[in-house]
């Protein structure tokens, strides 16, 4: 049972432009949400997070959005750039627990 | 400082061998945590401690699996009589108390032969 779910595998955008991963949820327990990004060999790097208790936080060219009404978050990057390059995962974790769930990860590649 | 550093970073072993994994946190960080990552998915949860409290080991997927933590610092992930299904990146992450942000390292890949 999947709770938190990337139904995007990957996603191609070219440098400049928006990019917008999305994701999923189905448990209303969660109160908060991250996203974390990783290179090949490397493990996963903290990006930007949000609480349930509000709908969207900015940091730089990452903007997180979350729409609890529709269980979705997204992430967005503007303006793209080359070394965006990595696999974007969305976590979530439960009132009052440590833990992560992640979703399975969106791989973006931004083009030249 | 140094990040969460693991080791070994790659182990490839004969099914049914004991295996251990290492991983160092970040210097303060009392809480610790493992997590793998299979082909194609996302991280799994597998066990979390802090400080002198009981861990939680709910994501342990069986008993062939356990960890210790050792004087609230380095932790050892032990998999016995692996299977060719424990094959994945293992991955530590290791934050401060009270619901802090978790920093992980680079992970032991792991193969079963």
């Known amino acids: 049972d999947q709770q938190v779910k990337q139904n995007s595998p990957s996603l191609s955008v070219q440098e400049g432009r928006i990019s917008i991963l999305n994701c999923d949820y189905t448990n209303s327990m969660f109160d908060y949400f991250l996203w974390y990004k990783k290179y090949p060999a490397e493990g996963p790097t903290f990006l930007i997070s949000i609480s349930s208790i509000k709908d969207k936080n900015e940091d730089g060219r990452f903007t997180v959005f979350l729409n609890k009404s529709a269980k979705h978050l997204s992430l967005h990057i503007v303006p793209s750039q080359p070394g965006d390059s990595a696999v974007y995962f969305c976590a979530a974790r439960y009132q009052g627990a440590q833990k992560l769930v992640f979703g399975q990860g969106t791989r973006l590649t931004i083009n030249p | 400082g140094a990040g969460v550093s693991q080791s070994p970073s790659n182990k490839v072993t004969e099914k049914g061998k004991d295996v251990e994994l290492r991983c160092d946190p970040i210097s303060g960080h009392t809480a610790l945590y493992w997590y793998r990552q299979s082909l194609g998915q996302g991280l799994e949860f597998l066990i979390y401690?802090?400080?002198?409290?009981?861990?939680?080991k709910s994501g342990l997927p069986s008993d062939r699996f356990s960890a210790e933590r050792t004087g609230g610092s380095v932790s050892t992930l032990t998999i016995q009589r692996t299977q060719q299904e424990d094959s994945a990146v293992y991955l530590c992450a290791s934050s401060l108390p009270s619901r802090g942000t978790q920093y992980f390292g680079p992970g032991t890949r792991l193969l079963v032969l």
């Open positions: 401690f802090q400080g002198n409290s009981a861990p939680d």
